[in-house]
């Protein structure tokens, strides 16, 4: 399966999805949208990975770049490629599926819970997803379920956390693929939103969660052995 992956800054890269399709002899290649680079043919890959950011859907004037890689999203979809968007990727899904895309009440970062949505029972990505776990966050933006996608998880500070679409579209807000290096890299990069707030966790509370890292790859890994699959 070769896998291609929208990367919008230098320090928000695969992660564990990296180390994933190396085990398993992926070839990768990536677009580093924020250096310029053009987007690939359709052809050139089987899944698309569409990672985080910390720019909005709608920072248009500020990326440029946001509005090619919207139509690109859009031809991908309409060539029905496997996409996992992750975050801002997931986000960006939402927005070429017509939802809206705004800030969220609260900003949610660090370790929290994420719980499978009421109505996900027997859909077909419900049993990657237990009924509650922890998992990795930092984003201030939210969305509103695309027209025909299936709600599977929620949190409590955000109630839409993680959606499918028909045939093998799938939007996480979290990151199942963070490692201790790419959590390191956001507090380096990003660390002047670790202000107080009621779901914003303070780096050595982050970096004290680190048995959770291992748990989060691994429900990555079967994520992606199921995107394989289809």
Not at 111 to 131: C, D, I, K
Not at 205 to 224: V, Y
């Amino acid at each position: 399966m070769r896998i291609h992956y929208l990367q919008h800054v230098p320090f928000e890269g695969l992660g564990h999805i990296d180390t994933w399709a190396r085990q398993h002899g992926h070839p990768i290649s990536a677009t580093a949208l924020f250096g310029g680079q053009p987007l690939p043919p359709l052809p050139a890959f089987d899944l698309l990975v569409v990672m985080g950011g910390p720019m909005g859907v709608y920072d248009t004037d500020a990326h440029p770049w946001l509005i090619h890689e919207k139509r690109f999203l859009e031809q991908a979809l309409a060539a029905q490629k496997k996409i996992l968007g992750i975050c801002l990727g997931a986000q960006l899904l939402a927005d070429v599926l017509g939802a809206k895309v705004y800030r969220n009440r609260h900003k949610e970062i660090g370790w929290h819970v994420v719980s499978r949505a009421a109505g996900a029972q027997g859909a077909p990505w419900t049993a990657l997803f237990p009924e509650s776990f922890f998992a990795f966050h930092w984003h201030g933006d939210t969305f509103d379920l695309p027209t025909g996608a299936v709600h599977l998880a929620r949190s409590e500070a955000c109630p839409h956390q993680a959606f499918f679409c028909p045939p093998g579209l799938l939007g996480l807000q979290f990151h199942l693929e963070s490692t201790a290096e790419s959590i390191d890299q956001l507090i380096a990069n990003c660390g002047q939103e670790l202000v107080p707030g009621p779901y914003i966790q303070n780096p050595v509370d982050i970096r004290g969660q680190g048995e959770r890292i291992g748990p989060s790859n691994e429900r990555m890994g079967a994520i992606l052995n199921h995107l394989q699959a289809l």
